[in-house]
């Protein structure tokens, strides 16, 4: 099982519509949870952070995070095509901050 | 505040031989990480350092990788011999707090590296 899993992509959604991304992760002790959002050919960039049950909302994003699922979500709103790009779970142990990534989900946002 | 930066931005070598990365951290970071990301995979971290320090190496193939962070501050990591599955982005990031921190961590612009 891999550590962090991200939803299989690509995913393909209209401008104007809600993009939902999904990851899962093993590591129950797991405090710190990130998205990053990736340009083809540019380094991950952060976007959002979450570290206790619920959500957190940042403009048009909003993260949702479960510990007893172990699950940790993205939603975009009114997603526009600036936001097509490939977005990074990443999940923080317990010990010294380590970061350990999903594989990305490849979001397409389609005018 | 100037970001990370690293060097060279591309490098195409053959197999067998050797490279070097540089990277220059945000001024004042104490934490200083590699990472190799393959195509279509997410970052995998490599090495991460508190200010000259090894935290965690567990990653690093250390038969043919090597790193080092002299004086806490600018960083090089190095393969010797280079192998054809060694190509990827290798991304150095860096963040500002101390062992435990959950930072933010920010990266710089990545080393393409193709083993032909």
């Known amino acids: 099982q891999k550590e962090v899993e991200q939803n299989s992509g690509p995913l393909s959604v209209p401008e104007g519509a809600i993009a939902s991304l999904n990851c899962t992760y093993s590591?129950?002790?797991?405090?710190?949870f990130f998205w990053y959002r990736q340009y083809s050919g540019k380094s991950p960039e952060l976007i959002m952070s979450?570290?206790?049950?619920g959500d957190k909302e940042d403009g048009r994003f909003t993260a949702q995070l479960n510990k007893a699922s172990q699950y940790v979500s993205l939603l975009i709103r009114d997603s526009q095509p600036s936001d097509s790009a490939t977005y990074l779970c990443?999940?923080?142990?317990?010990?010294?901050?380590?970061?350990?990534f999903g594989q990305g989900t490849i979001l397409t946002v389609h005018p | 505040e100037a970001g990370v930066a690293q060097s060279p931005r591309y490098k195409i070598i053959e197999k067998r031989q050797s490279v070097a990365f540089w990277c220059n951290p945000i001024?004042?970071?104490?934490?200083l990480y590699w990472y190799q990301q393959i195509l279509g995979q997410g970052p995998k971290l490599l090495i991460q350092?508190?200010?000259?320090?090894?935290?965690?190496d567990s990653q690093l193939p250390k038969d043919r990788f090597s790193a080092e962070r002299l004086k806490g501050v600018d960083s090089t990591l190095k393969i010797q011999p280079a192998k054809l599955e060694d190509s990827a982005v290798y991304l150095c990031?860096?963040?500002?707090?101390?062992?435990?921190?959950?930072?933010?961590?920010?990266f710089g612009p990545g080393t393409r590296l193709t083993v032909l």
């Open positions: 990031a860096s963040s500002p707090g101390a062992l435990g921190a959950t930072d933010t961590q920010y």
């Open positions: 590591d129950r002790g797991s405090q710190s």
């Open positions: 979450i570290y206790s049950n």
């Open positions: 990443a999940v923080a142990s317990t010990s010294y901050g380590k970061l350990t």
């Open positions: 001024s004042g970071h104490a934490t």
């Open positions: 350092f508190q200010n000259n320090g090894v935290v965690d």
